[in-house]
């Protein structure tokens, strides 16, 4: 192995090991608030037995209408039928809505994958991530991530679509670069590496104000 591919393969590991470190923080913030929300249960049970001893039913509604809307911010607002699916896109769906991104996101997935959960992770996490930050190009109004994962017979298929600031942007080699300037890129080798170790199928297509990403993986 050459001087040159060493390196790149320990960039890559570098840049995988962060990128799990970063996924694993944010399921642990989603959870961490999940925990926190059940530890205060019992006084918000207080709180409204009082009110409710005292008649006040104006202040019911709105302690009720406030418990309702903290617990939408960490409730798992996606199911997909696979717990590693669910812990990652919701992380996910979490952040971008966070920083004012709309998510539309539809997925269905097996309870039992044969892809490992570390790749799968690396594929969904790149994506996102991607996606998440093409959007931040954007007036707030604007951005949008549409998220589709179903099976097709015995392959899992994943759509990605996001909006981007500029015109269609052009392939060089047959790839399209990153726009993130050098020393980046290793998300999208990742994805390939992993794609093609699976034999499966990766298309990537640009328009003017969107990119989408689809992939098939065998099962």
Partial sequence: MSFLEKMIDRRIAQYQSELLTTHYAEVENMYRQMRGWRHDYRNHIQVLKSYADMGLLDDIRRYLDELDSDLNTVDMVLKTGNQMTDVILNSKISLAKSKDISVTADAHVPVALSISEIDLCIIIGNLFDNAIE???????????????????????????????????????????????????????????TIVARYQGYISRNSEDGAFTTEILLPQ
Avoid: C, W
Wanted: aromatic residues 8%; proline residues 2%.
């Fill in 134 to 192: 093409a959007n931040l190009a954007l007036p707030r109004e604007e951005r949008m991530i549409r998220v589709y994962m179903d099976m097709k017979n015995t392959q899992l298929y994943m759509s990605f679509t996001n909006r981007t600031a500029g015109k269609k942007r052009q392939k060089e080699n047959g790839r399209f670069l990153t726009t993130k300037g050098r020393g980046h890129g290793y998300g999208l080798v990742r994805i390939d």
